[in-house]
């Protein structure tokens, strides 16, 4: 996929293992159409030469397109214009904000900051009194100024793998909850496998109907990307943040520390994991 990007711009930053910001600056002459219709092409590509879907947002900066990649998936299409910025943010809560954590979304909230147009409408000088260097530069963004740049330089690792699922109507159930999330381990363990990752720590969280999240983080003992390995973890860590009294609206996990195939074979045994990972891809 990577590769397919950089065969329409020479920008292109792998985000993780299977996102990426592309730098289409001055190419509409070259292609002959708009933005918009470059990624059009790009999306096109991808599906003819290697058969998935992706979404894809387009906008001024790079936050403004994670906020438009959102916007219409699965395999959506995107573009925030720069004259018409209020109108796609006034609805985007600040904990969706690529970027803010819980905690700032919180701490942002007691501000009286709680859309992606509260904040880009706040003061400069106010906000520098509370916040650090990178989340003014998340304001920067968010009101159309690019400041952070797209970075050609390849990735040789990743941080984190993560899958989500959300329910158009929310649910307490606690089979169909489980479910999900182990459905969600399992893409996440696909996708380490397939690039040669194991992860040392395993993030489960539950999003409510009213956006409020629970989540907890769990070491593993042993570096692992296979579902049968993880699943007691899962368990644990889901019985931790469930609440019958409570409706959900997303599932999700995320693999995190990730390692190397040599380096969680020094910690499991490799005739072990050999047969572990055969029985895991049946």
Request: charged letters at 25%; hydrophobic letters at 40%; proline letters at 2%.
């Amino acid at each position: 996929m990577f590769e397919i990007l950089r065969s329409f711009s020479p920008v292109v930053e792998e985000y993780s293992i299977d996102e990426a910001f592309v730098d289409l600056t001055g190419l509409r002459r070259i292609y002959n159409t708009s933005y918009l219709g470059i990624a059009r092409l790009i999306q096109d590509e991808i599906e003819r030469k290697i058969g998935i879907s992706v979404s894809i947002g387009v906008a001024p900066t790079k936050v403004l397109a994670k906020i438009a990649s959102k916007m219409n998936k699965p395999h959506g299409l995107f573009a925030i214009k720069a004259n018409q910025i209020q109108n796609y943010i006034k609805d985007i809560k600040v904990e969706d904000i690529w970027g803010i954590g819980k905690n700032t979304a919180a701490f942002l909230n007691k501000l009286g900051i709680y859309t992606a147009l509260d904040f880009a409408r706040a003061k400069e000088e106010y906000l520098k009194r509370f916040l650090s260097k990178p989340y003014i530069e998340i304001y920067h963004e968010l009101k159309g100024e690019s400041v952070l740049k797209v970075d050609p330089n390849k990735k040789s690792t990743y941080k984190s793998i993560s899958k989500a699922k959300s329910f158009h109507k929310p649910t307490n159930s606690k089979q169909i909850l489980f479910a999900e999330l182990t459905k969600n381990l399992e893409n996440a363990c696909m996708k380490a496998r397939m690039y040669k990752l194991a992860a040392r720590k395993l993030v489960v969280f539950l999003k409510t109907s009213d956006f409020q999240t629970s989540s907890v983080k769990l070491k593993l003992q042993n570096y692992t990307n296979t579902l049968m390995l993880l699943m007691d973890a899962l368990k644990k860590a889901f019985e931790m943040i469930y609440d019958e009294n409570l409706e959900y609206r997303q599932t999700g996990v995320v693999l995190t520390e990730l390692g190397t195939k040599s380096q969680y074979r020094l910690f499991e045994g490799r005739a072990k994991i050999e047969k572990i990972i055969h029985l895991s891809s049946i």
